[in-house]
């Protein structure tokens, strides 16, 4: 039985679905327009702004097929393994990406307004709201204590969300050569002591474990235009 709930754990895994939910749930929890369910004690569920994101667990297919068409959400991020059961073909897939933050040290970031950090990822290979969107999420976070960053004013830019003791990096680009590798240390060290959490193209994974993270045997798909 799929139903909605007021409540939710800390992290304590690198489920990246649930880090997602979590997230969203510590800043947005007392939203009545953002909503949070489980399935049968086993899989969390979010909707904000039509995009839906599923965590991993035991999922009751039928059930969850159902639900979906009638909530019927713009966009669905959710383990690969979790569409294959729904029957549905992802956009495209991801890797989970993992390494602790032990990179101690003060950063050289730039003092950046959310105009700024949206325009510098602002790039066609980087999915982005629209920039007003952007804006007023990213301020709550970052007002809240639950986002970050580390950026250099047109050159790069790295942005990461936190939940307790885990932190997910939701952007990271580097306009100029070279400052892909500042940006990533940079938003390391600003998570000192945190388990961090990246998702990536499979032709961006060696960037990551140039720089200490490990490729974990997860993998999670992106629905776009759910019909």
Known sequence: MIKLISDLPEVSSEDLGFLKI?????????????????????????LSVC?????EGDINAEEL?????????????CPYDTA?????APNETV???RRQA?????TDSDCLNSRDLYDILDISEFTLPNYPDFAVDYCRRFNMGQADYYGIKNKCAAVSLSSGGYTLIT?????????????????????????????????????????????????????????
């Open 22 to 46: 979590k997230c969203l749930f510590d800043c947005y929890g007392s939203d009545k327009n953002t909503l949070f369910w489980r399935q049968d004690e086993a899989s969390y569920l979010s």
């Open 51 to 55: 995009d839906m994101v599923i965590s």
């Open 65 to 77: 097929r159902e639900f979906i068409a009638v909530i019927s959400p713009k966009s669905i991020f």
């Open 84 to 88: 294959v059961q729904l029957g549905l």
């Open 95 to 97: 890797n989970l990406m």
């Open 102 to 106: 032990d990179i101690m040290g003060d």
């Open 171 to 227: 952007g990271i680009v580097s306009r100029q050569k070279g400052f892909g590798e500042k940006a990533l240390i940079g938003i390391i060290k600003k998570n000192y002591g945190k388990t961090v959490l990246a998702y990536c193209r499979d032709g961006l994974t060696g960037f990551y474990e140039k720089y200490g993270f490990k490729k974990l045997d997860k993998r999670y798909a992106l629905i776009n235009e759910y019909k």
